[in-house]
């Protein structure tokens, strides 16, 4: 008989199943497992397809990154910190509060060795990870009452999950874990105080401001998330390089294209959200100095507990502390410049 | 006889050689085409190779998105404002002065049409384009004086090119066109007042700060700079499908990486600066607000004289006006936050 030809041995028909963590109504965070699995199989003429399945399709959304792991499926779209009761670990991968917007966390991840210190992490879990999107600095979330002063935190119920809940815990709020259709009932009734969702383009679909109007920013807790692509290592390990290479070009195209639509999609809804009655509201110095102090005490709490988790938090540190010094420079001050002309409303015309 | 193997009609052996703009040393900016040409050939396993050459080898580095026009080669890694003296609009799909910074200028690009729009003017050219790197803003240059007011810019004698040095020329000053390797000299014997160039990173190689110590930023005139791929659009046209596809991600991916390498080595090439001798100076509000109104100034010639750079730029300032409006959200609060804390010396240690 005879011999295969050699492009069917090194580039084999796959296929593989996706499980997503998001709801296809989360259209943009959703779509970056779509969009994936699009660029891959135009990549490959069809021989690589990932079938992506939305989350509850094979396993509840907060179960994807264990499905990964165990092979359930070959892989998984997800936020790391989504697993950070089974290990705190996995959140570094994601996003820790104060630490970086999301220019710093791509310089970290694929220049600063945030990738790979990931990836040393997650052996253990039978996976080897890439960044797949990242939403910006997300909003802080909507309040039905002002919060003025740390006093005003004390006792707050709030739906937050996560190394989030723990800091606002430690500030004296309730964390509330609350899946995402449960939030709007509990905050019309009162049963809680007040939810973080994303930014204006995902929160505006949960009519948040209709019952909770305080719209504040920023959300600390979240400067720069990472979404996730998560690989059973055992299958990735058996691609041909071909592959490898393949699917890691496309996971860092679909990093920056998600970025690039919260960018796109998130002013016009803050806009309109506005328009419908949402207050915005930025959190004082006070709450941020507290908060930054609260986040410190986890780390210093985790970092005792967990050698993995201190050792990824520590490498962000000296890049952190460069990032800032460098970034009120040129950047800065241009963004500065360009806010204050939109503020003297010259910057819709040509001629300002 | 055999017929060929359905995969090697679908992705067949392709050799293209690429002429970029810039020099080897500058090893950021060349080597986003030294990766789209190493991403392509790993995915496709060496079946399509872009051999790079780098500014010089085959014509001159200002010359390279002309090569790709006429055929002398298939493609290039260039920005667009080089060929503004053939047609203004070649700028709009590298940059214009007060316009985006890189995170809005992707969200434009990708989301918002920018990508579109610049190929709809660039088939004129026989050429299509596609995002390939950004330097983040880029620093004012290096001056041998302090500019503390607009008549400090009068007559001041600056290497700057194109479009950003119609603007400096309504200001007052005198632009220079000087290739890299000629700055030094001219800087040290006095010939020219000030030159810019990239940034910390590229700035230090050529060692501005000693002969022209007083480091100013922003560079208004760009903001988000994109550095492009340039294909000629015959050659693209005969690609097949999988390619094209393929080729975009490629792009894509070198695009977002470029940034990371630039952010992470310019704030370690600042401190170094500083160490050095560099004196950091913010343009002060009445050198940036005559800036600005310079520039509306040069648009209006612009737009009056070319249809098609009238086009892009009106398609950019809607958006420009709604993300400098999201942006004083989340995204500058949380970064002010950050830089309150590293002026506070607390952001390179683990407990603050």
């Known amino acids: 008989a005879l011999a295969a030809p050699a492009i069917a041995q090194d580039m084999p028909n796959i296929n593989w199943r996706l499980a997503s963590s998001f709801p296809i109504s989360l259209d ?15 990549a490959t003429d069809g021989r690589f397809r990932i079938q992506v399945f939305s989350a509850g399709e094979i396993v509840p959304g907060l179960d994807a990154i264990n499905a990964a792991t165990d092979g359930t499926v070959e892989c998984a779209h997800s936020v790391g910190y989504y697993n950070w009761g089974k290990d705190p670990a996995f959140a570094c991968g994601a996003d820790l509060p ?27 879990y039978n996976l080897i990870s890439f960044p797949g999107g990242n939403t910006g600095t997300q909003m802080g979330g909507w309040y ?28 004296g709020a309730v964390p509330q874990q609350l899946a995402g259709g449960d939030i709007y009932p509990s905050l019309e009734r009162g049963t809680i105080d007040a939810a973080e969702w994303v930014g204006p383009y995902d929160d505006a679909k949960l009519g948040f401001h209709k019952v909770a109007p305080y719209y504040y920013y920023p959300g600390f807790w979240e400067g720069g998330p990472t979404v996730s692509f998560f690989f059973n290592k055992g299958k990735w390990d058996e691609l041909p390089d071909v592959y490898k290479s393949l699917l890691k070009t496309c996971c860092q195209a679909v990093d920056s294209n998600m970025l690039a639509k919260y960018d796109m999609k998130n002013p016009t809804a803050l806009k309109e959200l506005v328009g419908e009655g949402a207050q915005l509201r930025s959190f004082n110095e006070e709450i941020l100095t507290a908060a930054y102090q609260a986040s410190n005490e986890v780390y210093a709490e985790l970092s005792a507990q967990n050698e993995s988790f201190k050792t990824q938090y520590e490498a962000m540190l000296a890049f952190r502390d460069d990032w800032y010094l460098y970034q009120q420079t040129a950047e800065y001050t241009f963004d500065t410049f360009m806010m204050i002309q939109q503020r003297n409303g010259v910057l819709a015309q040509s001629e300002g």
């Open 28 to 42: 943009t965070i959703y779509g970056g497992a779509t969009e994936l699995s699009q660029r891959l199989q135009e």
């Open 144 to 171: 039905r009452k002002e919060i003025n002063s740390l006093s005003d935190i004390q006792g707050l119920k709030i739906r937050i999950a996560g190394l989030a809940g723990r800091v606002l815990e430690k500030m």
């Open 98 to 124: 104060f630490t970086f917007s999301a220019r710093s966390k791509n310089a970290y991840n694929y220049q600063g060795g945030g990738i790979e210190n990931y990836n040393e992490f997650l052996e253990k």
